[in-house]
């Protein structure tokens, strides 16, 4: 199956941007699609109103995505087979791939560039196609840059048979099974496109046509295949059928074709076809059935090695014939090394700076052509060290290297411009001062790649942090360490500035985990050797983020709130911060202090009742997770507002613990009462459930103004009383878009007397005014407004503040079908919910709007709060949800999302 992989769906080395069998990975600067075949694992993410660029195909494939797909005529073009066409100035050649109709391999020259690109797709490297006229037509234009190699089958265990040979065997198969019983009917094992020259051997030799569906009939007329080996009517004379979608080619699949044909046949035999089925055994032995039945009569299965993909050393006899000079896999494309590995003795590596070949393969002659030189000798072995001695003479007699010319070059270096982009890739990869990155620039020559080698290797990853520019006298730029660099003298500047002024003492009872993997530490290479420094320090090193771990060690530059799992009384370190005490260890010359085979009582009675775990929370702590970050989704993107904020800390049952009611006005005009205490709760239906419900994250996020990604509070089921009393304290202002209608508020007042508690008067953090008329013209008409039609205005009171004229704006709503109620209006201008007038609010009997009572059992005020609707937006809801609404409602109950 092809890699869905972006970085190998764009062709390498074109001037435009051509994407091949990646509609998934789709780009705007794309214009040119190209598609292989039409099998699933190529035409991923292509849909029937794809119109993000032409796609290109073969005459078959075309006919199969406007057949079969439904896509327009407009976006599908066909090209014709071994001849050269121009797209976007690049010339394009497709060759048959000997795979499954309608697959084509993809031959790509770009003039401006020189570079020639084959694209194979999917493809049967057969001798009649490697050694084909199409082929040679191709390498004949120039050698092969970049190859897209399938890869399926690339190991030397996959070496079956050619296809011709496998087509035989079948056809022997099938006039041998009709000899032992000429009453049998055969299964052919298919795809909905693909296996056809399997089905039309089993057909001719069983001298019958095969019995398929009627899609599969309309897509073999679409792939142009022989119409007298298919059909859709079963009679007597029909004994063979293809195994469609679904139906499995084996005993199971002939039992049910047994049934299906109510024991007409006395044998039923089953061909799979597929190259996985290849066993070593089956050069020697031939192809064996697996039998059921009386005597093994009934059903025979046969495992046949036949695939449209090419086999191991198929693979070597194509790669050996093209010599590309770069191979790209086009599956398991993750293992891009180990499968490029086995094509190496047949490639062209002479540009491939990566590898020594570039060094000691002339250009043009491929490493195996190389090997086959009569002497046997290496080139290295050929360059005469004498004559290179003596052109090095000449050249320092000539030009000597004095102290001057160093000098020199050195103040050349120094003033020499730092590119931007440069200095901007390599502040992506080291987090430092700007005069420490541009020293590594010019000790690099401006090369990131060597300044990253000088950073991590000769400067050991130590960035100096608040140092500053510092004189290089005499600085030579040299990557062999042979001059102390710019560089390093600031990373000395900064080791010494650290010493003096880090006072961070090594813990000796410290109990660490360490987050990340190996390709994630720079400074100590592996997770391993993390492990081993800690261990080495004295400390004890769990695999588990348990209640009595201390430290956790991450990578440098990795944030708090990636680590999952961590406890907020965990100190996070990261690898800079261990290497420097490594480094003070190794100064010092300490003996390793054994590892702690088991918790000291001391030790953990400081962890338990230290101060930074004075409290226990009482139950796990949680961290987000994709089900609540997407609860926190809904409570920023949903209409909801706070209607009432009442302290009942005086009312608590434990003394001194913070308790505060918040009343939250639901996206459907619910009225919904959540309290934030020691146990957070809400009676929502979807907190009687257990869940941590959209109105609690609302009161968190946007009251309290908590960051979901920076902070922990929000998913805790129990809180501690110092988070409790961090979150109320100084609590932030409230927005002024979050706060229900006037309204609202006076109707749940009205309702809550009595309740006791003090209401807290949160400040308001924006009030929008009403802006006067000064001549701007109305949004909608265009028309200058004065302050003597003011009366006949209105005001966008919760955005922009923007005045209307009052008839333009019942057009503007009518307009755009939000002529329902005072709830499903919104401004022209900002898009805010619209907060009628006065006088317009005036008119909605309050008492009837507030006395609605619904199924669900809560106070309803949705015609009280502009912009509300009771019909509930389920757009950002589960997939699953209609159908488990469907399922409640065919078992008598209703159950609704909150």
């Known amino acids: 199956m092809a890699s869905q992989d972006g970085d190998i769906k764009v062709v390498r080395g074109l001037t435009p941007t051509f994407i091949v069998d990646g509609f998934n990975f789709c780009r705007p600067e794309c214009n040119s699609y190209f598609l292989t075949h039409c099998h699933s694992d190529h035409t991923t993410g292509l849909h029937a109103s794809f119109d993000l660029g032409m796609i290109y195909c073969t005459e078959v494939s075309a006919a199969l995505l406007i057949g079969d797909r439904g896509l327009s005529q407009k976006m599908v073009r066909a ?47 057969s001798a009649w196609l490697v050694e084909g006229d199409a082929l040679a037509d191709l390498l004949k234009r120039g050698p092969i840059d970049h190859l897209y190699l399938d890869t399926t089958y690339n190991s030397p265990k996959h070496c079956f048979p050619p296809q011709d040979q496998v087509l035989d065997a079948l056809a022997r198969i099938v006039q041998t099974e009709l000899e032992r019983e000429p009453n049998t009917v055969f299964l052919v094992g298919s795809y909905s496109i693909g296996k056809e020259k399997a089905i039309e051997a089993v057909a001719r030799a069983a001298a019958s046509p095969a019995l398929v569906s009627s899609r599969k009939a309309r897509l073999v007329k679409m792939c142009q295949r022989d119409p007298d080996l298919y059909t859709e009517e079963d009679g007597p004379h029909v004994r063979v059928r293809v195994a469609g979608p679904g139906m499995s080619a084996g005993h199971e699949g002939l039992a049910d074709l047994h049934l299906a044909t109510r ?35 009934q059903t025979r299965v046969y495992a046949i090695p036949y695939s449209e993909h090419s086999s191991f050393n198929e693979l070597q006899h194509f790669v050996k014939k093209v010599q590309p000079k770069c191979i790209i896999p086009t599956v398991n494309a993750e293992n891009r090394d180990s499968e490029v590995n086995r094509f190496v003795q047949h490639m062209d590596l002479s540009q491939d700076l990566g590898r020594m070949d570039a060094y000691l393969v002339p250009p043009g002659m491929s490493k195996r052509a190389a090997g086959k030189r009569p002497a046997q000798i290496p080139l290295i072995d050929r360059v005469s060290v004498a004559e290179q001695a003596r052109l090095w003479d000449e050249a320092t007699a000539t030009s000597p290297l004095t102290d001057a010319h160093s000098a020199e070059r050195a103040t050349c270096i120094e003033t020499a411009t730092v590119d931007p982009s440069a200095l901007s890739q390599l502040r992506e990869m080291v987090c430092g001062p700007t005069e420490y ?16 080698a000088i950073h991590f ?48 003492v090594f813990p000796r009872d410290m109990i660490v985990s360490v987050y990340g993997d190996d390709k994630s530490y720079r400074l100590f290479e592996t997770r391993e050797k993390v492990e081993a420094r800690l261990h080495a320090l004295g400390a004890r090193v769990t695999r588990r983020k348990g209640k009595l771990t201390t430290h956790c060690i991450v990578p440098t530059g990795t944030k708090r709130s990636l680590v999952p799992k961590l406890d907020a009384t965990v100190a996070l370190r990261d690898e800079g911060w261990l290497f420097r005490h490594v480094q003070r260890w190794k100064a010092d010359g300490a003996v390793p202090r054994p590892v702690p085979k088991k918790l000291k009582s001391a030790a953990k009675k400081r962890r338990i009742e230290g101060a930074a775990a004075e409290e226990e929370r009482g139950c796990k702590t949680r961290t987000a997770t994709t089900d609540k970050l997407q609860r926190v989704a809904r409570a920023l993107s949903d209409r909801l507002y706070l209607v009432r904020w009442v302290d009942r800390t005086a009312e608590g049952a434990a003394a001194g613990w913070p308790r505060h009611q918040f009343t939250v006005l639901g996206s459907t005009g619910n009225v919904y009462s959540c309290e934030i205490a020691r146990e957070p709760t809400c009676d929502c239906k979807d907190a009687a459930k257990g869940n941590t419900c959209k109105h609690l994250y609302f ?3 946007r009251v309290l103004g908590l960051d979901q990604h920076e902070s922990h509070i929000p998913f805790q089921r129990k809180l501690l009383r110092s988070e409790l009393v961090t979150l109320f304290t100084s609590p932030p202002a409230v927005a002024a878009t979050i706060m229900a209608a006037a309204e609202v508020q006076q109707k749940v007042d009205e309702a809550a007397v009595g309740s006791g508690g003090r209401r807290v008067d949160a400040p308001v953090a924006v009030v929008v005014t009403k802006r006067a008329p000064g001549g701007e013209p109305c949004a909608i008409c265009f028309e200058t407004m004065t302050a003597e039609v003011a009366d006949s205005l209105q005001f966008c009171e919760l955005g922009c503040g923007f005045p209307f004229h009052t008839a333009c704006l ?33 008119d909605v009997d309050v008492g009837a709007a507030a006395s609605a009572m619904p199924a669900e059992g809560y106070l309803n005020l949705a015609t009280l709060q502009p912009g509300t609707s ?29």
């Open 457 to 504: 290797g000769a400067n050991e990853g130590v960035v100096p942090v608040g140092a500053v520019a510092m004189e290089t006298d005499g600085c030579a730029a040299s990557l062999d360490g042979a001059a102390v660099c710019a560089s390093k003298q600031l990373a000395d500047a900064a080791v010494a500035a650290a010493e003096e002024t880090d006072t961070d």
């Open 437 to 452: 990155l541009e020293a590594l620039l010019r000790d690099g020559a401006g090369v990131v790649e060597h300044a990253i």
């Open 79 to 125: 090209l014709p087979m071994n001849e050269t066409v121009t797209i976007e100035d690049v010339e394009v050649t497709l060759v048959d791939a000997n795979h499954c109709p309608g697959a084509a391999m993809i031959h790509f020259f770009d003039p401006a560039t020189g570079n020639r690109v084959l694209h194979v797709g999917d493809f049967r490297a």
């Open 810 to 842: 019942i057009k503007w709503f009518a307009a755009r079908g939000e002529s329902g109620g005072a709830g499903s209006h919104n401004c022209p201008r900002c898009r805010t919910s619209w907060m009628p007038s006065a006088a317009a609010r005036r």
């Open 699 to 701: 009161v968190y996020c």
């Open 870 to 898: 009771t019909a509930r937006d389920t757009s950002q809801y589960s997939e699953w949800l209609e159908y488990h609404q469907r399922r409640r409602d065919r078992e008598g109950g209703s159950v609704q999302p909150s």
């Open 263 to 297: 024991g007409k046949f006395a044998s039923a035999v089953a061909f799979r076809p597929t190259g996985w089925m290849f066993t070593p055994s089956q050069k020697a032995q031939g192809y064996k059935p697996w039998c059921e039945g009386e005597v093994g009569s």
